[in-house]
């Protein structure tokens, strides 16, 4: 049976384990407001804001809950922090659910104001963590917990599920992408994860995926760094980081790494299966984060569009320090 009580529920656009996050407390919790965000101290700043506002007009207080968003600055944690504080003045609770690294300094300072809810271990998403505190037992949201396990850390199975990974990048590619992922989260939180309307979105991207593949794989450069064989290339927006680093993968068994970047600087940071590459370790170095096996940077750059070349100037300096 759902439970009555409110919740607010910011979590990560990007990908399936922040949407169905929110997916799972929906289907626990039938009075639950998704708000979808993306790190940036811009998208901080407006998370908080949006936790003042609907905690000031709600007639009941609830759970703000917070998945899928690490932290690895103070200066993104205070607005939360501060809208935190504001909303336990009207009663609310605060938990904040996540499976990135986290340093001790940032975890002692969120524990301040928040229930943090980090794994034990390095082997679950954050969708199983939302599960787990909200939802244990509940046989659909354990059924999205599964799928986003599946999807968030690549494993054999995600090749026989709805290509929804994909689908999210392209609604994100979108002028107005939030109606399109709103809709997924709504469809996971019944237990629906594939139907006819996103079959035909996803009929229409196919073309476009295969011309931006394409593109990609042209422009691919490969670079020896540090012994390592390194591939290169601009990531299009419209597609799937996973699935084009797998196809790099694929087509060039002598990669070892893969690093995809985009002309405003981010990066994203892929390592071949049985590898021993920390791709966390990579991502910190570029002020981010993630995991062994994918991670996230920002190469900050002075001109108007980041070039390969220097990408590879940076990852060299970074593989030399390790």
Not at 21 to 26: R, T, Y
Request: hydrophobic share 40%; with cysteine.
């Amino acid at each position: 049976m759902a439970n009555t009580k409110r919740i607010l529920s910011l979590t990560h656009e990007q990908d399936v384990d922040g949407l169905f996050s929110s997916a799972i407390l929906k289907n626990a919790f039938p009075d639950t407001l998704v708000f979808l965000t993306n790190y940036g101290h811009k998208n901080v700043e407006r998370a908080a804001a949006a936790i003042k506002f609907n905690v000031a007009r709600s007639r009941k207080n609830g759970i703000i809950v917070i998945s899928d968003l690490g932290a690895d600055d103070v200066q993104d944690i205070e607005p939360i922090e501060d809208a935190a504080n504001n909303a336990r003045n009207y009663g609310w609770d605060f938990v904040w659910l996540d499976h990135h690294v986290w340093s001790e300094k940032i975890k002692r300072r969120v524990n301040s104001f928040a229930s943090l809810i980090l794994p034990n271990d390095k082997v679950k998403c954050t969708a199983e963590l939302v599960y787990e505190k909200f939802a244990n037992n509940r046989r659909t949201c354990e059924k999205i917990a599964k799928f986003a396990h599946i999807v968030d850390f690549r494993l054999q199975e995600v090749h026989k599920l709805p290509p929804l990974p994909e689908l999210i990048t392209y609604y994100r590619s979108m002028p107005n992408p939030y109606p399109k992922l709103q809709s997924i989260v709504n469809k996971a939180s019944k237990g629906i994860f594939w139907d006819d309307d996103l079959q035909e979105d996803f009929d229409q991207y196919l073309p476009l995926r295969e011309s931006a593949l394409f593109a990609a794989m042209k422009s691919l450069t490969i670079y020896n760094i540090c012994n390592y064989k390194v591939a290169i290339t601009e990531s299009p927006r419209i597609i799937s980081k996973s699935i084009l680093s797998e196809k790099i993968f694929v087509e060039k068994p002598e990669v070892n790494l893969v690093i995809l970047f985009a002309p405003d600087g981010k990066v994203s940071i892929r390592r071949r299966p049985g590898s021993d590459i920390k791709c966390d370790v990579i991502g910190r170095k570029l002020n981010g984060g993630g995991h062994n096996h994918a991670a996230a940077g920002l190469i900050k750059n002075s001109s108007e569009s980041l070039q390969i070349g220097q990408v590879a100037q940076e990852l060299e300096i970074i593989l030399r320090n390790l």
